[in-house]
């Protein structure tokens, strides 16, 4: 309906290779690993995710028989997150020369376009923090979202100007404790939903495919959309809770139904502030789950929650837990 990336002609400076008129029976065939090494050096993500999850649950699986294996791909996986820390510390440089490249050629009525992309994800965002995340709050368990709001409001706050996940756990335990979230539930919860609950980088990826591929021209298939949901959520379950790290992902994105990453230089100028947005929409997303789940387990003193009683643990009672 907004079509960000319309009148934001980007056919000439490179080619797409969006294949539109592939069935549903060929994607999921596609998806299928024949080669997973030959995948990853074609940039043909899915089958590289599906083969990972693949052995990801045989790992989990075996568990002390598979130990030396497991090993490996953790230290690899902390090798490649260093090696992106270092990438990222030079990446403003080599995003004003591609921002200066792309600007060069557009002019500036590429301005306009990328103000709407900006607009689409922000209305994306406001959508999942303040319409789906407290549906869910009241269908599921009948509390108030406002109460919930008002009281988590600094926490949001908090990642807002972080842009960090990770950063956010300790407050975001603290809050939930005042909120009469139980430690044992929450401990849990909100390490695991800064690593894997990424709600914005989710919505962050789609909005950002759809301006690429109206940029380019490319009037996207329903195989190629179902491709992008399903590679956006796996991406963003991937993505550390980091700032910016969703551009790396974005990527993958990207090359999963052959749009030119061109785009993306674009979209780096301006990714930061969109980054801190999302990135208290996560925290929102995961205490809002934890909560979800308290209740259902009947680990939530409900008495707390609706401020007819002070919270009894202290910050530094959860600190040292």
Same mark, same amino acid.
């Given at each position: ?5 319309? &009148? ?28 997973? $090494? @030959?995948?990853?050096?074609? &940039?043909?993500? /899915? ?6 999850? /693949? ?6 699986? /075996? ?15 902390? +090798? ?7 990438? %990222? ?6 995003? $004003?020369?591609? %921002?200066?490249?792309? $600007? ?22 406001? *959508?999942?923090?303040? *319409? ?33 996940? @990770?950063?956010? +756990? ?17 401990? $849990? ?6 690593? +894997?609950?990424?709600? &914005? ?27 992008? #949901? ?6 963003? #379950? ?11 992902? /974005? ?15 674009? *979209? ?22 934890? *909560? ?7 680990? +939530? ?21």
């Amino acid at each position: 309906m907004i079509k960000p990336g319309a &009148g934001l002609n980007m056919a000439s400076l490179a080619k797409s290779n969006v294949t539109t008129n592939v069935t549903v029976t060929g994607t999921v065939l596609n998806m299928i690993p024949d080669n997973p $090494f @030959n995948a990853l050096a074609n &940039g043909d993500m /899915l089958p590289v995710i599906i083969f990972g999850l /693949l052995i990801g649950i045989i790992l989990a699986k /075996l568990r002390e028989e598979t130990q030396l294996v497991n090993d490996f791909f953790t230290q690899g996986n902390r +090798i490649m997150m260093e090696m992106t820390h270092i990438v %990222m510390k030079f990446a403003p440089i080599g995003i $004003f020369c591609l %921002m200066a490249k792309t $600007f060069a050629s557009l002019g500036f009525e590429g301005l306009m376009p990328l103000a709407k992309y900006v607009g689409c994800v922000l209305l994306g965002l406001a *959508i999942q923090a303040f *319409i789906v995340y407290p549906s869910l709050l009241v269908i599921l368990t009948r509390l108030n979202p406002i109460k919930f709001f008002k009281k988590f409001i600094s926490v949001m706050f908090f990642a807002f100007s972080s842009s960090t996940s @990770n950063a956010t +756990i300790p407050l975001n335990l603290e809050k939930l404790s005042a909120l009469g979230v139980s430690r044992e539930v929450s401990s $849990f919860t909100i390490p695991l939903g800064a690593t +894997i609950n990424m709600d &914005g980088t989710a919505i962050m990826q789609g909005c950002a495919v759809m301006f690429a591929a109206q940029a380019y021209g490319m009037d996207l298939g329903l195989t190629a959309l179902l491709t992008v #949901i399903f590679t956006a959520v796996m991406a963003s #379950i991937g993505t550390a809770g980091v700032p910016s790290v969703g551009l790396i992902t /974005l990527n993958m994105v990207f090359n999963s139904i052959g749009l030119p990453v061109d785009a993306i230089g674009i *979209i780096m100028g301006i990714d930061h502030l969109l980054d801190m947005f999302r990135t208290a929409v996560n925290v929102t997303g995961d205490a809002i789950c934890t *909560i979800i789940v308290s209740f259902k387990n009947k680990s +939530i003193d409900l008495d707390i929650f609706n401020g007819k009683k002070a919270p009894e643990e202290t910050w530094d009672d959860i600190t040292q837990f």
